[in-house]
């Protein structure tokens, strides 16, 4: 064939050409990533066979295995070493720990170790991020060192006093609702640990913690202890003081020999009173709180909408 008929074919049917050296490109670079998925896919799940059986003889040697062995170890040695201990400042955590919602029986060696794993870790990045800001060598160094451990230190305090103090509003504002539905049951003939039941199943949506307070009574009562006993230790767990008066009432009208519902409507009433005037309170309360936004944002604005036209008229002297 003649060398030039060739090329002249070639160059007819050029677009064909690229066109196929395209698709032969693009399957052949498919084919190569299929392969290698396929290959990714089978080692990933023999990976997964070894990290996730951990009965299986193998099982034991995988990383994962070994860290949660070691964090369970740590856990148990930490509760180990605290429960043994039964100081007044250890039974005033585990009670903090229970009026923020924490019953696990490790909350006290989770606290510990979060607060020592909190200081270490804040001290050593302010050790290897400040002298990214140029703050090596200086004497402040140290000092910011020192604040970030203290402030890692701090900081599982300062979450436990947040969450106690959002549960115990929680709990206040549920407790007339809690009162009132104590009242309905009590006219309705119910018995103090079917109604207490009743009002745990009724307040488990709108008060979830308040609620499973209530049940945890619930279950002191059926597992053998007194009514004031049960309601006392509630009064503890809700950290509120109406809730341990409410305690000091029942046990009065069982040994006055008085009626309850009659105590119970009244003291419903009074807690109604009370969440009414702290609603009031906090009304009044709020044109104070507003005069420091307003002279902040509010006033600034208005002084410079009003003054500015005349600010204009003077620096370019149009009157």
Known sequence: MDPNSTI??????APMMLSIL???????????AMIGMRAR????????????????????RSLRYSGMESAQKLVDYATQHYSSVDSTDLKLLRRRLVQAGVYDPHGVAYFFIARAAAAVGLAAGAFF????????????????????????YLAPS??????????????????????????VCADAGL??????DRIGRELAVSYPSLAANIHMAN??????RTMTEALEHLGERLGLEEARSFATLIQQSDELGSSIGDALRVYSDDMRHKRLSRAEEKAYSLPAKLAVPMMVCIFPVIFIVILCPVIVRLATNNW
């Open 129 to 152: 991020g400040l002298p990214i800001f140029g703050l090596a060598g200086k004497t402040s160094f140290w000092l910011f060192i020192m604040f970030a451990g203290m402030a890692g």
């Open 219 to 224: 279950l002191e009562i059926r597992a053998g």
């Open 22 to 32: 395209v698709f032969l490109a693009a399957g052949t670079l498919a084919f190569a």
């Open 158 to 183: 300062f979450y436990l006093d947040r969450r106690i103090a959002a549960k115990r509003l929680e709990h206040q504002a549920g407790f007339p609702d809690f009162m009132d539905l104590l009242v």
């Open 41 to 60: 896919e089978a080692v990933r799940r023999r990976a997964a066979r070894v990290g996730v059986d951990e009965g299986a003889p193998m099982g034991r």
């Open 191 to 196: 018995a103090m640990e079917a109604s207490l």
């Open 8 to 13: 002249a074919m070639i160059g007819d049917n």
